[in-house]
């Protein structure tokens, strides 16, 4: 038996480094997704940030967050009020390392699992060796299998 299912792809432009006015903005695309029919809405990675990995930024840790960060219980309670599930990358921290991390939460806003990015790029360019994506030095590799 078929079961359709509607996706919400979340496309996002450049985005703001004040997580909690980036998180105000993933709200309104998850009310939008919502409010369309959606089942699911996905989310880029590191959605709740800048995608800081394509600059050096002297702090990463500070653009990290853990599930149970406040700042992400509006994402997921709406999500749940709407009974959508989402998939979030985000930079997952415990402190002292930073993964890129996406996790996925059903319909009810509980968590279902994560997965850690295990293949990280730094591209170099040039006889310079110039860098346009830091990922690498950044996070670890993904550990969850």
């Given amino acids: 038996m078929q079961r359709p299912v509607t996706v919400a792809l979340a496309q996002m432009g450049p985005a703001d480094a004040a997580i909690d006015v980036q998180i105000e903005r993933l ?3 998850a009310e939008k997704a919502a409010r369309s029919g959606a089942q699911l809405c996905c989310f880029p990675e ?3 940030t800048d995608y800081f990995p394509a600059t050096r930024v002297k702090e990463p840790l500070t653009r990290g ?3 149970d960060d406040p ?3 509006p994402l997921r309670r709406q999500a749940a009020e709407a009974g959508m599930a989402l998939v979030l990358g985000y930079g997952e ?3 002292v390392v930073l993964h890129n991390t996406a996790a996925v939460f ?3 806003g509980e968590l279902l699992g994560k997965y850690r990015k295990m293949h990280l790029p730094a591209n ?3 006889a310079s060796g ?3 994506n830091f990922e690498k030095f950044y996070f670890q590799p993904g550990d969850l299998g």
């Fill in 93 to 95: 921290t415990d402190g």
């Fill in 27 to 29: 709200c309104a695309i």
């Fill in 130 to 132: 110039d860098v346009s």
């Fill in 124 to 126: 170099f360019f040039g």
């Fill in 106 to 108: 059903r319909g009810d």
């Fill in 71 to 73: 700042r992400l219980a």
């Fill in 65 to 67: 967050l853990r599930l």
């Fill in 46 to 48: 590191l959605a709740p």
